[in-house]
């Protein structure tokens, strides 16, 4: 029998783990640049989470071009939040697709949050294709200022 190489690896019984990862990245990549995700190579849509300076909020944000607001839904469970949307674009009524770049279907996304946020308070805008999640601090880790009085 003989060995099974991929880029030069070898890729046979003794190496299973390595095997599927080659058959996974090979079932994912086409020509068409569209991998693994809705919108190409990698998990999709792109997020960005970050605390601003001097806050303990958490604001997430998401890339969601072509999707309107109410094809999107937020849904916190404990500390993690699960973004979901679905998109479709009608084929045009005659004529075929000279070039068809434009990706349709669904995503789902889960993030796990921080302890010291409260998800069940968070607020969603989007706006020019741009989702923005604000998770505000939980109130008991703001820091408050206590009374002193005399005694």
Do not use: W
Not at 42 to 66: L, M, W
Not at 123 to 130: D, E, F, H, M
């Amino acid at each position: 029998m003989a060995a099974l190489t991929v880029g030069g690896r070898d890729v046979g019984s003794a190496n299973p783990l390595f095997r599927l990862q080659e058959e996974l990245k090979c079932a994912f990549e086409s020509p068409f640049g569209h991998g693994l995700g809705l919108f190409g190579r990698g998990v999709r849509p792109a997020i960005n989470i970050f605390k601003p300076t001097g806050n303990d909020d958490v604001v997430i944000v998401i890339e969601v071009p072509g999707f309107a607001p109410e094809g999107i839904a937020v849904e916190s469970q404990g500390q993690t939040l699960i973004v979901s949307g679905k998109t479709s674009v009608q084929p045009p009524a005659e004529g075929a697709y000279h070039r068809r770049e434009r990706v349709t279907g669904e995503f789902s996304r889960s993030i796990q949050l921080p302890r010291d946020v409260d998800p069940a308070r968070a607020t969603a805008t989007c706006k020019n294709g741009v989702l923005t999640l604000k998770v505000p601090a939980r109130e008991e880790i703001k820091p408050r200022q206590i009374s002193v009085t005399g005694g």
